[in-house]
């Protein structure tokens, strides 16, 4: 059974930072890429980075420069260091896995998503 656990949410100040953890357990196939969204309340989940498994990564336009994602494919581990926090990346933040396995068939996982509160 796949399980993506999520953890370093909180609340943080504008201008602080945050680092989100997410690791993946039960993995029995070949993982494309891991990835963190997030959704606000009243808004739909978006995109905030990606990484594959040979390290490419890609960000959303609000959050480059700011936020770096990295991972650990040995330990099916995603990060995501966010600097310089502003209210607007307030939000539930879920991490995404994505694989494939051996005759092709393709899988797409979900963490249960922690809260990042940025507020004075």
């Known amino acids: 059974q796949v399980q993506l656990v999520e953890s370093g949410g909180g609340l943080a100040q504008p201008g602080g930072s945050l680092r989100l953890s997410c690791v993946a357990s039960g993995i029995t196939f070949s993982v494309n890429a891991m990835g963190w969204y997030r959704q606000a309340p009243g808004n739909k989940r978006e995109l905030v980075a990606t990484?594959?498994?040979?390290?490419?990564?890609n960000y959303a336009d609000s959050v480059k420069g700011r936020f770096t994602i990295s991972g650990d494919n040995a330990k099916n581990t995603a990060y995501l260091q966010m600097n310089s926090l502003k209210p607007e990346d307030t939000a539930v933040y879920y991490c995404?896995?994505?694989?494939?396995?051996?005759?092709?068939?393709?899988?797409?996982?979900w963490g249960q998503g922690t809260q990042v509160t940025v507020s004075s």
């Open positions: 990484i594959t498994s040979s390290g490419s990564t």
């Open positions: 995404n896995l994505r694989g494939r396995g051996f005759l092709g068939s393709t899988y797409d996982y």
